[in-house]
């Protein structure tokens, strides 16, 4: 099942850059619905690394995960993720990203774009007028953003979801 229609896309003024970057706007997704609400205890304590669960008398209220990861339900949406050039960052292949597309990218934030037809996750970089997509990995070279590639944002990442190791 489509999760949208049609697409359009929506400048962003980068002028004193020169450049013009694209934000990707998918034509009406489906927002984000929490489809039930699974409230977990959250304890008032604050656990160091090591400390052993907290007790009953420390419960505080509940947590809802969907409360807490997805503060725009209209813009966010989730990806996950494949390859390892994101790994110095804390985001590895099976991860699950939330992206907001609300929020406007910012240098040195992590987002996914899509550079002349390709996806990716990588960071952000704006030096002086020149636009770079960087991985954080050492393995990978910083990507260049050339006048003559089409670099679209779809969004920024907010949250990593991933399996405790």
């Known amino acids: 099942m489509p999760l949208c229609g049609g697409s359009s896309r929506a400048q962003i003024d980068f002028r004193w850059?020169?450049?013009?970057?694209?934000?990707?706007?998918?034509?009406?997704?489906?927002?984000?619905?929490?489809?039930?609400?699974?409230?977990?205890?959250?304890?008032s304590a604050i656990v160091q690394a090591g400390f052993p669960s907290p007790a009953d008398d420390h419960m505080e209220k509940s947590l809802d995960l969907n409360e807490h990861l997805v503060s725009n339900p209209a813009s966010t949406f989730f990806v996950?993720?494949?390859?390892?050039?994101?790994?110095?960052?804390?985001?590895?292949?099976?991860?699950?990203?939330?992206?907001?597309?609300?929020?406007?990218?910012?240098?040195?934030?992590?987002?996914i774009a899509m550079l002349d037809g390709e996806f990716t996750v990588k960071r952000l970089r704006k030096r002086g007028k020149r636009v770079f997509l960087e991985a954080e990995n050492t393995d990978?070279?910083?990507?260049?953003?050339?006048?003559?590639?089409?670099?679209?944002?779809?969004?920024?990442?907010?949250?990593?979801?991933?399996?405790?190791?």
């Open 17 to 43: 850059l020169g450049l013009t970057i694209f934000l990707m706007t998918v034509g009406n997704p489906i927002p984000f619905e929490a489809r039930t609400k699974l409230r977990i205890p959250l304890a």
């Open 80 to 111: 996950r993720v494949r390859g390892n050039s994101m790994r110095d960052a804390g985001i590895e292949g099976g991860d699950i990203l939330v992206v907001d597309r609300s929020i406007t990218p910012g240098d040195r934030q992590i987002v």
């Open 140 to 165: 990978f070279s910083p990507i260049e953003i050339s006048e003559n590639q089409e670099l679209i944002v779809w969004g920024v990442v907010t949250f990593v979801i991933h399996q405790a190791r």
